[in-house]
């Protein structure tokens, strides 16, 4: 198993441009999630779905779009970059936790996103 | 809405000291999990407690979920170079048990 595959590793944008940050896992989990890492704030939840086709909000939405046609895939967009979305982005998955506990959740490498 | 604090924000100390750091909320948690992130990598889960006053450890590392349910502790003991990374805890956001929230973290540098 790769697990959590991120793409890229490394991107440098100037302000206005889009892109998408790919993430997929061969684990078969439900549960997907993005965040972003930025100095002094730790990890902060922005987007995450509990499924293909379904997609929530997490603390830090605006600016981002995320879709999940696949169990596999879970993509974040940037329509319009900023250089305040300058950070390092995890995306995360794990298995649905039905014993009321939380699971384990596995985290990509990461991308390391520079808005110019 | 829910909040972890997490203190010191960081810690340089030498090989061999024991490290003690802390997690700290303002609700009730029912999970606290330990992550460390190394340099240039993802989180990686080291210790999950699920029952308050429940002492869990894995190698030299100890934690303690609070009695009061609204902190929890991570102890290093005997630290080597390989020891040095991020600590993060993380607990589920009220009603959601598969939506973590994470702390602040704590910045471990050990010196040889």
């Known amino acids: 198993n790769a697990g959590v595959t991120q793409t890229p590793k490394f991107q440098v944008l100037k302000t206005g441009q889009s892109m998408t940050l790919q993430c997929a896992q061969d684990?078969?989990?439900?549960?997907m999630s993005w965040y972003r890492q930025d100095p002094g704030m730790g990890l902060r939840l922005i987007h995450y779905s509990v499924g293909a086709g379904i997609t929530d909000q997490g603390e830090v939405p605006n600016g981002y779009n995320v879709s999940r046609s696949t169990t596999e895939d879970f993509p974040l967009r940037l329509l319009s970059a900023a250089p305040s979305q300058t950070s390092v982005y995890f995306c995360?998955?794990?298995?649905?936790?039905?014993?009321?506990?939380?699971?384990?959740?596995?985290f990509g490498p990461g991308t390391r996103l520079t808005v110019l | 809405g829910q909040q972890l604090n997490q203190s010191p924000q960081s810690m340089f100390i030498q090989e061999g000291e024991d490290v003690s750091m802390n997690c700290t909320s303002s609700s009730i948690f029912n999970t606290w999990l330990w992550y460390k992130q190394d340099p240039g990598e993802g989180p990686v889960l080291l210790i999950a407690l699920y029952k308050a006053g429940e002492l869990t450890s894995n190698g030299r590392l100890t934690a303690q979920f609070g009695i009061t349910r609204k902190d929890s502790f991570l102890n290093i003991s005997a630290s080597i170079p390989s020891d040095v990374g991020i600590y993060f805890c993380?607990?589920?956001?009220?009603?959601?048990?598969?939506?973590?929230?994470f702390g602040t973290g704590t910045l471990l540098a050990v010196q040889p």
């Open positions: 684990m078969n989990h439900e549960y």
């Open positions: 995360a998955s794990l298995r649905a936790s039905r014993s009321g506990r939380a699971s384990e959740q596995f």
């Open positions: 993380a607990g589920p956001s009220s009603g959601a048990t598969n939506k973590l929230i």
